[in-house]
């Protein structure tokens, strides 16, 4: 099935997941080669920014892939659903959408000092970087439910619900 209808295929799941988790991953390694002390750091950005930040606060809770149809491109749906732990209704503040953009650039941005230093890091990071955001950007967010995202660009807003049925 495609989002279109709330619904995530496994290969659109394992696409997003994949291309997030290697070149955070390669980041990591490739900053660890100079100061473990910062690959720690920068991971421990990672995952307080994107899971607590991005997902337990900001954007998930108020996602309509992960509520009416378990469905979810940035982790399986029931870690979704775990780290949610409450639904949000009302819309991003200014804080939150500087939040997001803040963490999700954040993410790729930081340890490319490091990845260019070595070619052998730097070809998977940016395939694993250019696998995931063009895809983020030009596929999920064109066809997103989620109208508090400030990454949506669906044409049609209005509909933060399930795809209604005809009759």
């Known amino acids: 099935m495609s989002c279109r209808t709330g619904q995530f295929s496994l290969l659109e799941q394992v696409w997003m997941q994949a291309s997030f988790h290697g070149f955070t991953i390669l980041g990591a390694i490739a900053i660890w080669r100079t100061s473990p002390l910062l690959s720690v750091s920068y991971y421990g950005f990672v995952i307080i920014g994107v899971v607590y930040g991005i997902m337990h606060l900001w954007v998930c809770p108020r996602c309509p892939h992960i509520k009416f149809h378990n469905a979810c ?24 959408r500087i939040g997001t953009n803040v963490v999700l650039y954040a993410v790729v941005l930081m340890p490319i000092f490091w990845v260019l230093k070595s070619e052998y890091l730097a070809i998977p990071y940016f395939t694993f970087a250019l696998m995931h955001y063009p895809a983020y950007y030009l596929h999920f967010c064109q066809k997103c439910l989620n109208i508090q995202c400030p990454h949506r660009t669906l044409a049609v807003r209005g509909n933060s619900g399930p795809p209604r049925q005809k009759t």
């Open 73 to 96: 491109v940035q982790a399986p749906p029931f870690l979704t659903k775990w780290i949610i732990r409450k639904n949000v209704t009302s819309p991003l503040t200014r804080a939150e």
